[in-house]
């Protein structure tokens, strides 16, 4: 890690911490905002880029070489997200929970 | 290997106990000592993915009850422990490059700061958990959530036990997220205690590398509880 150069791992640092702080800022304006149903998916959009800068740049998975450290991360993003997709589509396609006129008025309107 | 390169092992050793007797070089005992925190932090992933589950599971049955609940929870102080937290992330990154680089003030400065974003961030943690014992939003037996209204139908009222559900998993995950703090915090006392003890050169840092790791992950945590958690239904 000492090989790369000194100077541009504090650029990039200090450019990370920037647009995690931005990212942070938008998130909270854009949830004042009536976006409907975007409002969620931008929120965890953002979410989702702001954890991966963290983890590329500030967890060094950027310059990881080692092939069965890339397999651990995907691997576990992986197993999280058959956790939740599967469930989710588990619940999404039961019964529900009240009238569907009522359930379709709860949901989106 | 030829004697002479066994003999020089042994005369590192004595100048560097670190470098362990089961490892070839020390690049790969310090590949191998990141490779175990990133398995702990696997487990870590399904421990809190269980928990954001069963809160995607309930905020989808309940959806208007958890948008009235997060209403109640003050997002200005979210955004802030956010922003605290990125912060923290940042100095923990600037004091490993300056273990790299020798900057000993540098990377003593920056462990002490990581710290006090911590407690900074542990801080708000309480007045938010204050506010919630004060309105009587801790779940169990003196909860109450009447009449408040569904954010955007407000003719309606919320259902009090959904509300409870939403009160639940917060304290639950963000109670969690704190422990995960405070553990974090112990870590990086001794992390600054070996840092102002001189263990750490540019050719040796591995346990600041680490305790990082386990830092940057509790702020990957806290980046998706925030939107989840505050941001539900905010649009008036």
Redo the contacts between chains.
Sequence with gaps: MADHSKSSPLRTYFGVWIALLVGTFVTYEAAFIDLGRYNAIVALTIATIKALIVALFFMHLRHAHERLLKLVVIATVFFLFILIALSMADYGTRDMPVAPAAFAILRWS | MSDSTVVGLHHEEQHRPEKLHHFAEPEQQR?AA??GM??F??TE??FF??L??AY??YR??Y??DFGAASKSIN?TLG?TN??VL??S??T???AI?GA??ARRSLMIGSLVLTMLFGLVFLGIKGVEYKDKFDEHHVPGASFSFDHVPIP??PDQYANPRHAEIFFALYFIMTGLHALHMVIGLGIFTWLLFMAWKGRFT?EYHTPL?VG??YW??V??VW??L???L??????P
């Design positions: 590949d990141s490779f990133w398995i932090l696997a992933v399904m993915g269980g954001f589950l995607l599971i989808r049955l959806f208007p997002a955004a956010t922003a990125i912060c992330s940042l923990v990154v600037l490059w790299q680089t955007s139908h540019p590398e990082g790791l940057h992950f702020d990957i980046i998706y925030f939107p989840l505050y941001l539900i239904d905010r649009h």
